[in-house]
């Protein structure tokens, strides 16, 4: 008799079974299966996609898939990515979660609104906040005007004054990442507890290379969470603990503000003389938090969260708030400088423009423009959105999960629990939208230069998304589009800048971006008042 070979009978029934499991059903049977994949191996496993993240090639290979294969391809065996107004409706229009991709910006061991999974408990967080951040009520902040008349005239102002007798250049994002935390901290924490980077250049060195050094490492647990976590138990660190360390002072620096913010309020707020020392965003917060304490109490979709965890939940808000905050305005003040610094004749235009204000900046008066004829002078505003279009600081894209138990994307019917994203980078690329889309073209965004009609305005609206859309749109869009359009009129008021050096000006790959190289070096130099 013949004995039993049982491995060479496990083996034929498995070789099979892996065969459909890892090959047919994904490539032929998954509703995913119909859908263009973006790489031949995409339907069997998402290695072609790690490693093109990995590489940071993301952008600019989605990118070149969209254009060949249209607005809903398949990255991996579980992954699609859309490029089309349809798409960013459905998928960021409500009803698509975010998942736990976005948990690497929880703080402290816990959630903030930006790291908040669903949308229930995101909802009640938002509405505490987005009050202070609307258009209106920054528009009408003596608060805020009166901690970027300080900023503006006693940091930055000054500073660059100084830099005129650099021959060499400065290298201006740095600059405009202390300007930049400089604005988002004081409007969060008050004047007197938010930072002055400006100012302070020890500090603000040792502070922003402990934030940036930890830049590539998100990369192990956002996209292989397990392995990272498997391999941390046998004490192999894809994320070095370093990376940990930093975060935890960077944790600790943003924790003392808070302690110190909630301490003046209960203290010497009442006598306080300044308002730019007034702490706009930790007092909403602190009041919305009372407010679902005390009239949902228990049923509070946050009981277990932030009113769990009080003190840690406003920290770890506040650092998002921070983080988010300064890192996206420094890169687009940087790119914005950087187009002007390369074309004279706009620059010129845009002096003028300033300069007709009925208050313009003014060194000597202090004085700042009215906020609303800031908001409409047009030059401005074309190149802050056209800067916005071509550079956006988060051009990556940005994951939800599908809901389930489906949903339909283009004439695709997708199964729940499939990550799907999209990217500002090819959003804001189409050529039917904005011609030639790699130039830089301000006059786009000038209604009474580019002839275009009703319809192709409306357009070029609905495709701008730099700060997302839907509810889990950018919170700090209206703070950011006030903040830079007091910058640069503040600046290019007084100053003329030059490029000296811009090598490595070339945008980064991958979810929020920076230049390649942080070397951008501008000559500054007093402009000559009409
Ligand atoms: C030019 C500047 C800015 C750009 C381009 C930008 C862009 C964005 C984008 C694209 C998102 C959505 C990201 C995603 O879902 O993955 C976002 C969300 C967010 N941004 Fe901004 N942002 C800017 C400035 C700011 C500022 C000044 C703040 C200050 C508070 C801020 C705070 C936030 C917060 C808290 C969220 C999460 C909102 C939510 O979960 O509902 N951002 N931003
Ligand atoms: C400023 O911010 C960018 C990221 O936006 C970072 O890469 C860079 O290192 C920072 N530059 C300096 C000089 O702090
Ligand atoms: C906060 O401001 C107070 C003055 O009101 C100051 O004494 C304290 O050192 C500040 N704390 C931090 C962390 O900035």
Redesign the pocket.
């Known amino acids: 008799m013949l004995p039993l070979n049982i491995p060479v009978i496990v083996a034929g029934a498995l070789v099979p079974l892996a065969f459909y499991k890892f090959v047919i059903s994904p490539a032929f049977l998954s509703p995913l299966a119909k859908v263009p994949s973006a790489h031949w191996s995409a339907p069997f496993s998402p290695l072609w996609i790690l490693w093109i993240r990995y590489r940071r090639r993301e952008n600019r290979e989605l990118h070149a898939a969209h254009l060949r294969l249209g607005p809903v391809i398949r990255l991996g065996p579980n992954e699609i990515s859309v490029n089309d107004l349809t798409g960013l409706r459905i998928v960021y229009g409500g009803g698509f979660e975010k998942g736990d991709w976005y948990s690497i910006f929880d703080n402290y061991g816990v959630p903030c609104m930006f790291s908040s999974w669903h949308s229930r408990p995101h909802s009640a967080r938002k509405r505490m906040m987005s009050n202070v951040y609307s258009k209106s009520m920054l528009h009408a902040s003596p608060v805020l005007a009166r901690q970027a008349e300080i900023i503006l005239y006693d940091r930055l102002l000054p500073f660059l004054a100084s830099s005129t007798f650099v021959e060499s250049g400065i290298d201006i994002h740095e600059t405009w990442n202390a300007t930049a935390m400089d604005f988002i901290t004081a409007y969060q924490?008050?004047l007197?507890?938010?930072s002055n980077f400006l100012r302070d250049v020890d500090n603000r060195q040792h502070w922003l290379h402990l934030y940036y050094i930890r830049k590539t490492y998100p990369y192990f647990t956002q996209e292989l969470p397990r392995l990272t976590r498997f391999l941390k138990f046998f004490g192999i660190h894809l994320v070095p603990l370093w990376v940990d360390r930093a975060n935890r002072e960077l944790e600790a620096w943003t924790k003392?503000?808070c302690?110190?913010?909630v301490?003046?309020l209960k203290t010497?707020a009442a006598d306080e003389k300044d308002i730019a020392?007034e702490p706009v965003v930790m007092k909403a917060l602190l009041s919305g938090m009372e407010k679902e304490g005390t009239i949902k109490g228990d049923d509070s979709v946050l009981t277990n969260t932030l009113l769990k965890y009080p003190e840690l939940s406003i920290s770890s808000e506040m650092i998002d708030q921070l983080a988010a905050g300064h890192e996206t305005s420094a890169i687009t003040l940087t790119y914005l400088s950087w187009e002007l610094s390369r074309d004279a004749s706009l620059q010129d235009a845009l002096r003028a423009e300033l300069h007709a204000l009925s208050l313009s900046p003014s060194e000597s008066t202090r004085s700042l423009p009215n906020s609303k004829d800031l908001d409409a002078l047009p030059i401005l505003h074309a190149v802050v959105m056209e800067t916005l279009r071509l550079h956006a600081a988060i051009p990556g894209g940005q994951p939800r999960m599908t809901p389930y138990p489906s949903c339909t994307l283009g004439s695709y019917s997708i199964p729940g629990g499939v990550r799907v994203g999209a990217q500002a980078h090819s959003v804001h690329r189409n050529p039917n939208i904005y011609p030639d889309p790699d130039k830089f073209d301000y006059t786009r965004w000038m209604d009474d230069q580019n002839g275009y009609s009703a319809e192709q305005k409306k357009e070029r609206d609905r495709w701008f998304w730099a700060f997302s859309s839907g509810g889990r749109m950018c919170i700090g869009s209206n703070f950011a589009m006030h903040e830079i359009k007091l910058v640069i009129a503040a600046v290019y008021t007084n100053f003329r800048t030059y490029v000296v050096d811009d090598e490595g000006i070339e945008q980064t790959d991958g979810y929020t971006c920076g230049p390649r190289s942080n070397r951008l070096i501008l000559k500054i130099e007093r402009a000559i008042t009409p």
């Open positions: 924490f008050g007197k507890n938010g003392d503000r302690d110190a913010t301490e003046y010497s020392n």
